[in-house]
């Protein structure tokens, strides 16, 4: 089965840092991978998605995402975080093999970047 | 553009009450879908419209109702609430078929409190 973990509940940093938000699959077949942000009392947001391809995925806010094989990650990732960045974040990865857009999500990670 | 629209905003229903939480799509898509967001469990699909005249169940069906009235719309009713049932619910859309990795598209959410 279809599955996402994001093993961090939150991350902290401070602005103008790097940051790494943390997601690794498991899959059957190819993995088409997915990250969305969710600001405060708002829906989901497709930042970026893999789909095959280079391994470093650019999308939307400056955000960028490594997909890695061999450690089945998906890592999003930004060189400078602005306070605005702070939201909810989710990794999601396609539910089947076989045609389908349903997704599985994680659970999400909290990004709180401090001034 | 208003994108995917859901009404209400905030409800509170008593137990055992029925309502229908109403969702509209003006992007011309075919994919429709229902989730709710708990605390810590990210997003669980409800249920899924893969086109006007379908729907399946997701990973939580039980107590829920759903109906695709036409392409545009995707209704999901509580015929009898229960405190389990408290959570905020998203429809979300999406253009597949046209490739079976395009984003979803979230509403803002409804948040259903039942007592």
């Known amino acids: 089965a279809q599955s996402v973990a994001q093993p961090e509940d939150q991350v902290n940093v401070a602005e103008g840092n790097p940051l790494t938000v943390k997601c690794t699959y498991s899959v059957s077949g190819n993995p088409y991978l997915f990250w969305y942000v969710q600001y405060p009392n708002r829906g989901l947001q497709f930042l970026l998605k893999y789909i ?45 093999p076989y045609n389908t857009d349903k997704l599985i999500f994680g659970t999400g990670t909290r990004l709180q970047v401090f001034p | 553009n208003a994108g995917v629209t859901q009404t209400p905003k905030f409800q509170v229903l008593k137990t055992g009450q029925s309502m229908t939480l109403q969702c509209a799509q003006d992007m011309n898509h075919n994919s429709m879908y229902w989730y709710r967001q708990d605390p810590g469990m990210g997003l669980r699909l409800i249920y899924y419209s893969a086109s006007e005249g379908t729907t399946d169940k997701g990973e939580v069906p039980n107590g829920y109702n759903v109906s695709r009235l036409n392409k545009r719309e995707f209704s ?30 979230f509403g803002d959410g409804t948040r259903l409190s039942i007592l």
């Open chain 1, 52 to 96: 095959t391809g280079d391994n470093l995925v650019k999308g939307s806010y400056g955000f960028e995402a490594e997909f890695n094989k061999s450690q089945t990650s998906f890592h999003l990732k930004k060189p400078s975080a602005l306070v605005s960045d702070s939201a909810l974040y989710f990794c999601a990865v396609r539910d089947s």
């Open chain 2, 76 to 105: 999901l009713r509580l015929e009898s609430a229960a405190p389990s049932q408290t959570s905020v619910y998203f429809c979300a859309s999406s253009e597949a078929p046209g490739g079976w990795h395009q984003p979803q598209h």
